[in-house]
T-cell receptor, first 116, second 112 residues
């Protein structure tokens, strides 16, 4: 079964500093990987996705992630943090279920704090 | 464009009472539909998914059930709520396969 592990349940950065949120995956097949962001009391918003092809994926709000097969990683980065980036971030991998359905296996999330 | 609606946004229910949460999708047909629960500090857990009308797959044994009476309607139910059913419930849809899932705004359920 496919799974992801997010290293660090809380990450704190200064405004303007580099954001790095770590995600490692486990998959016996080529993975489909996703990053989502969740603001308080809201649903999840898709930041970016990796399916096939280019390993550096650009998403919304200046975020990007690089798929590294050799390291089984899909870390999320942003060159310069904004106060508005403070939120919960989830890494997820698509996993085949019974009845040919697919669903997402999520990591436990990383809470990003941005300080002035 | 496609949109997904969940209601209610918040709900406070006593232990032992019934539950019905509704999710509808607009602007697409034959979506795959999903119910997740998010408990504090535990990430998201898939509860049910559906690939078509009347087709429900359950991920974990629990006190909840799901139904899909119409193509774009997904309902989460319980006959008798438990304290452990508290959480943030999220509905999602996609066009099938490994396509990204799109989430509703969630329902915050508190059991007293």
């Amino acid at each position: 079964a496919q799974s992801v592990t997010q290293l660090g349940s809380h990450v704190s950065v200064s405004e303007g500093a580099l954001v790095l949120l770590r995600c490692n995956y486990s998959s016996s097949v080529p993975p489909y990987l996703f990053w989502y962001v969740q603001y308080p009391n809201q649903g999840l918003q898709l930041l970016l996705k990796y399916t096939t092809g280019a390993t550096l994926v650009k998403g919304i709000n200046g975020f990007e992630a690089e798929f590294k097969k050799s390291e089984t990683s899909f870390h999320l980065t942003k060159p310069s943090a904004h106060m508005s980036d403070a939120a919960e971030y989830f890494c997820a991998v698509s996993s085949l279920r019974a009845n040919s359905g697919y669903a997402l296996n999520f990591g436990k999330g990383t809470s990003l704090l941005v300080t002035p | 464009s496609q949109t997904i609606h969940q209601w209610p946004a918040t709900l406070v229910q006593p232990v032992g009472s019934p539950l019905s949460l509704e999710c509808t999708v607009e602007g697409t047909s034959n979506p795959n539909l999903y119910w997740y629960r998010q408990a504090a500090g535990r990430g998201l857990q898939l509860l049910f998914y559906s690939v078509g009308i009347g087709q429900i797959s359950s991920e974990v044994p629990q006190n909840l059930s799901a139904s899909r009476p119409q193509d774009r309607q997904f309902i989460l139910s319980s006959k008798k709520l438990l304290l452990s059913d508290s959480g943030f419930y999220l509905c999602a849809w996609n066009g099938g396969g490994n396509q990204p899932q799109h989430f509703g705004d969630g329902t915050r359920l508190s059991i007293l």
